[in-house]
């Protein structure tokens, strides 16, 4: 503890992430207490105060129904950092493994496994999530399930790499030596030492899920009005700048908030934990 004390002080912008990601966090979670109008992440209309900029009442200003923008970018949180723990539980465990038993068993075990990561890692990540979506319904979970299809050949890559260099270690040689099983050798002695690159990487890559995400919503197919989604505000409000400036520059600063925070505490997180990626 008291080395993580040491980086996060002496590297400003690492304690800043930390600053960021909690407070995106907390209003995420405590969204139902912290949001001044929570009826309004829901179809809520109220043409009196519609379209008004940021004031006392409204400190953010109000969308072209009269909701809350603030109240609805903090819901907003909550989908997106729920999409992105849902989608790095399931991208990370299967690219690990995949990446893993490539590594280390090699052969026709290595052949295949790397053929099939590489034919989806040849495809722009977004594109195949919009190809995706293209056919699925475009639904919180089915947005879920095209941007894991894309996420886990990365982990996959960044294991099998990792396992190469280590299966020729002296512990694993030792491991093969006593008569263990090749489960054994891959998941207790290989995988501990694949970890910290593991770590950091899904830090990392919160905040790209969560741009991937927003993309989505962005081009109407990700999350659905009215429930509230940073990208779908961002691409509802640009139809109406300069003038409603408000409804496009809060949901951005949102994300670049989001992102920008877990970056830096990935950052961190590759001193702290000495991953070399």
């Known amino acids: 503890m008291k080395r993580i004390a040491t980086i996060l002080l002496r590297n400003p912008l690492s304690l800043l992430g930390v600053v960021l990601v909690t407070l995106v966090v907390v209003l995420a979670v405590f969204a139902d207490f912290i949001a001044p ?3 309004h992440r829901g179809a809520v209309v109220d043409f009196v105060n519609f379209n008004k900029p940021p004031s006392a009442d409204y400190i953010m200003g109000t969308d072209l129904v009269g909701r809350d923008l603030f109240s609805r970018i903090i819901y907003a949180f909550r989908i997106s950092l729920l999409l992105g723990v ?3 539980a399931i991208a990370t465990p299967i690219g690990t493994v995949v990446g893993l038993l490539a590594g280390y068993v090699g052969g026709k075990v290595e052949f295949v496994l790397m053929r099939l990561t590489d034919v989806f890692l040849s495809i722009p990540p977004l594109v195949l999530a919009i190809a995706m979506m293209g056919v ?3 639904t919180l979970m089915n947005a879920m399930l095209a941007v894991t299809a894309m996420w886990w ?3 996959a890559r960044l294991v099998y790499n ?3 260099s280590e299966r020729e270690e002296g512990y694993v040689l030792a491991s093969e030596v006593i008569g263990a099983s090749v489960w054994h ?4 002695e290989i995988l501990p030492n694949c ?3 593991v770590i950091t990487k899904m830090t990392l890559d919160m905040g790209f899920v969560i741009i991937i995400a927003s993309s989505l919503s962005f081009l109407g197919l990700g999350v659905q009005p009215p429930t509230p989604d940073l990208g779908s505000m961002v691409a509802e409000g640009a139809k109406y700048l300069p003038d409603s400036w408000w409804l496009t520059v809060f949901p951005g600063l949102a994300i670049l908030i989001a992102v920008f925070g877990f970056n830096l505490v990935g950052d961190a997180l590759r001193e702290i934990l000495g991953a070399d990626q």
């Open 37 to 39: 109008y929570p009826d």
């Open 86 to 88: 849902v989608v790095l």
């Open 136 to 138: 699925l319904e475009p």
């Open 153 to 155: 050949p990365w982990y």
């Open 162 to 164: 990792i396992a190469r």
């Open 185 to 188: 050798t891959a998941f207790r």
């Open 195 to 197: 970890l910290p690159a």
